[in-house]
């Protein structure tokens, strides 16, 4: 009788199979499928720890793989069902925009913005002369933000993005998301050090607070941010020699799982495609 397979067979079948396809090393296919389980499902559950604190499953997945080693097709590989996903909700909500639809999103999103400043310059200069009538205009303005054209879009991975406009769409909507790049280099500069103790709070505890000189205080909670980089060697390390980076002093390292890949360069015309298995 033959053993029926386990979701483990499954995963281990997706990996040698992703191998023998794209041609990329092993370690390079295990972090990439890992990754990916990681993010499609980290907002169903927590991991209590033996303090008993709750925690959210996210994962830090680093690879270093220098150049040619597929980094680009094994993250497509991976990635074209959470991809498939995200496109799929966002065409049942049809975000285009709240102007009747008449509008590109970045141009709903100007006009939003426009919308927005002149009802603070409204509201200041009425502050100036009568704090008690100024009451309206602040609720006009806290309406005209819940009507922000970002509350309808929905995104899980993102690539160079600002952690501000990352915590904005969390805020108002899906808080189950993932930083991914094949092209590390990219992504590993000052603006990511910036961001990492806030990365760091997600990683802990799934919150994330930030006190913003122009629009106050974002606070948001069940944050649950994975991390998937792939990088050639030599960013790697000066990313982590450079005097702005402050990976390995507030933790992000010891949060990440770091993969050095061997090179399989040579030996792809060996690989055959495994057959299709259900």
């Known amino acids: ?74 993250t497509e590989h991976f990635s074209k069902e959470i991809d498939s996903f995200e496109e799929k909700i966002n065409n049942s909500k049809n975000q285009k925009s709240k102007f009747d639809g008449q509008v590109s999103y970045e141009t709903a ?10 009802l603070k310059k409204k509201l200041n200069k009425i502050l100036e002369e009568d704090e008690i009538n100024a009451i309206d205009i602040a609720r006009e303005l806290d309406q005209h933000r819940l ?19 990352i915590f904005e769409l969390m805020r108002n909507g899906n808080k189950n998301v993932a930083l991914k790049s094949d092209e590390g280099k990219i992504m590993l500069n000052w603006r990511f050090s910036e961001s990492l103790p806030h990365y760091n709070s997600a990683w802990d505890s799934g919150k994330i607070s930030i006190n913003r000189k122009t629009s106050g ?30 990976a390995r002093a507030n933790g ?15 030996e792809r015309e060996n690989l055959i495609p495994p057959k299709h298995q259900p």
């Not at 006009?111 to 927005?116: A, N, P, T, V």
């Open 252 to 266: 992000f390292m010891a949060r990440s799982v770091i993969v050095e890949t061997v090179s399989i360069q040579g």
């Open 147 to 165: 009507k922000n054209p970002s509350n309808n879009t929905f995104q899980i991975t993102f690539g160079d993005s600002t952690r501000e406009g």
């Open 109 to 118: 999103m100007e006009i939003w913005r426009q919308k927005e400043k002149l």
């Open 1 to 74: 009788c033959r053993p029926t397979p386990t979701g483990l067979d499954h995963f281990k079948n997706a990996i040698h199979e992703a191998h023998a396809i794209v041609g990329a090393p092993y370690e390079m296919c295990y972090a990439s499928a890992l990754i990916n389980a990681g993010i499609a499902t980290q907002p169903f559950f927590n991991i209590r720890l033996p303090t008993d604190q709750l925690v959210p499953p996210v994962l830090n997945i680093i690879v270093i793989a220098e150049s040619g080693e597929r980094k680009t097709g094994i």
């Open 217 to 246: 205080l974002l606070k948001i909670s069940d944050a649950r941010i994975s991390i998937s980089i792939m990088v050639q060697s030599k960013p790697f390390y000066d990313f982590l020699k450079n005097k702005d980076s402050s």
